[in-house]
């Protein structure tokens, strides 16, 4: 085993497209991490939880926003905001939404979470 990997967003392992999403999904070291771009007009209940077939998201999500912004809204009342250079980490039972007209961009890093998000 090499002591140093890379992979590339550019050409992704898995990419995934349900309404206004696109998941690149790359495998580097054993786990995988994702690319999330998400149109404006985004959100979870309307876009992935068709998908997920579940009320709210499941997954857990520990990433970075690289541009865009995105509202969070957690069962438990949380509502956040996200924005460029923050990182995050949201737990299960959420529903989220593109904030303005920009796409949001974030990268994903949780175990599991990248294999799983927006898998049909």
């Known amino acids: 085993m090499a002591g140093v990997e890379k992979r590339s967003f550019e050409s992704p392992d898995e990419t995934r497209t349900p309404s206004k999403t696109v998941s690149q999904i790359v495998h580097v070291g054993g786990n995988a991490a994702s690319r999330l771009t998400l149109e404006p007009g985004w959100r979870w209940?309307?876009?992935?939880?068709?998908?997920?077939?579940?009320?709210?998201?499941?997954?857990?999500?520990?990433?970075?926003?690289?541009?865009?912004?995105?509202?969070?809204?957690?069962?438990?009342?949380?509502?956040l905001e996200l924005g460029p250079g923050d990182a995050y980490v949201i737990e299960p039972g959420h529903d989220a939404e593109v904030v303005g007209d920009e796409p949001f961009v974030g990268f994903e890093f949780e175990p599991g979470t990248a294999e799983e998000f927006a898998r049909a």
Do not use: F
């Open 45 to 79: 209940s309307e876009c992935i939880k068709p998908v997920a077939g579940t009320d709210s998201c499941r997954l857990r999500h520990l990433g970075v926003v690289q541009s865009g912004r995105m509202r969070v809204m957690h069962d438990d009342g949380t509502v």
